[in-house]
T-cell receptor, first 112, second 110 residues
Framework: NAGVTQTPKFQVLKTGQSMTLQCAQDMNHNSMYWYRQDPGMGLRLIYYSASEGTTDKGEVPNGYNVSRLNKREFSLRLESAAPSQTSVYFC???????????FGQGTRLTVV | LAKTTQPISMDSYEGQEVNITCSHNNIATNDYITWYQQFPSQGPRFIIQGYKTKVTNEVASLFIPADRKSSTLSLPRVSLSDTAVYYCLVGDINNNDMRFGAGTRLTVKP
């Protein structure tokens, strides 16, 4: 049972480049989330998806887009990367508040 | 969304019981209280969840007073491996907007 799988694990981008972070879950959860975590800080919610076909903005959505491709997959896209987007990105899935959320291992992104 | 307030950091020693309190004065009727643990370089991991009174599982207890304006996570007999950041989350079961605050950094010393 893989749980939540994120790819890639590490990435270095140049300012202005674009990339897509992939996330897939095999637990049949409706809800999926993208967070970023800067060094020494808590997690901040970028976007979430309550179900297939729906997405909503979180605390820090600017500079990001998401796609809920199907129930399993939720991708995060940086259209034009900026150094301020250097962070660790976590994907999570869970059944909303009455069940626990499961997190991926994270993607460490550096924008130079 | 209910705002939560936790201590930034706490220190303890091995074998002691640790209690971390979270304040959530504007908690709503449909809100649940959930705690997560995060080790360095890992994603958070669910610890415990409750609505009212007391909940206990194999790793922790969660105490919620009748007014539900605060909650206390209790870790019995901590060890060095319990050194981590602990997050208190409060949210409506009908709202998937799940936000973490800054958390409490617990350091367990030998």
């Amino acid at each position: 049972n893989a749980g939540v799988t994120q790819t890639p694990k590490f990435q270095v981008l140049k300012t202005g480049q674009s990339m897509t972070l992939q996330c897939a879950q095999d637990m049949n959860h409706n809800s999926m989330y993208w967070y970023r975590q800067d060094p020494g800080m808590g997690l901040r919610l970028i976007y979430y998806s309550a179900s297939e076909g729906t997405t909503d903005k979180g605390e820090v959505p600017n500079g990001y887009n998401v796609s809920r491709l199907n129930k399993r997959e939720f991708s995060l896209r940086l259209e034009s990367a900026a150094p301020s987007q250097t962070s660790v990105y976590f994907c999570a899935s869970g059944g909303a508040w009455d069940t626990e959320a499961f997190f991926g291992q994270g993607t460490r992104l550096t924008v130079v | 969304l209910a705002k939560t307030t936790q201590p930034i950091s706490m220190d303890s020693y091995e074998g002691q019981e640790v209690n971390i309190t979270c304040s959530h004065n504007n908690i709503a009727t449909n809100d649940y209280i959930t705690w997560y643990q995060q080790f360095p370089s890992q994603g958070p991991r669910f610890i415990i969840q409750g609505y009212k009174t007391k909940v206990t599982n194999e790793v922790a207890s969660l105490f919620i007073p009748a007014d539900r304006k605060s909650s206390t996570l209790s870790l019995p007999r901590v060890s060095l491996s319990d050194t981590a950041v602990y997050y208190c989350l409060v949210g409506d079961i009908n709202n998937n907007d799940m936000r973490f605050g800054a958390g409490t950094r617990l350091t367990v010393k030998p």
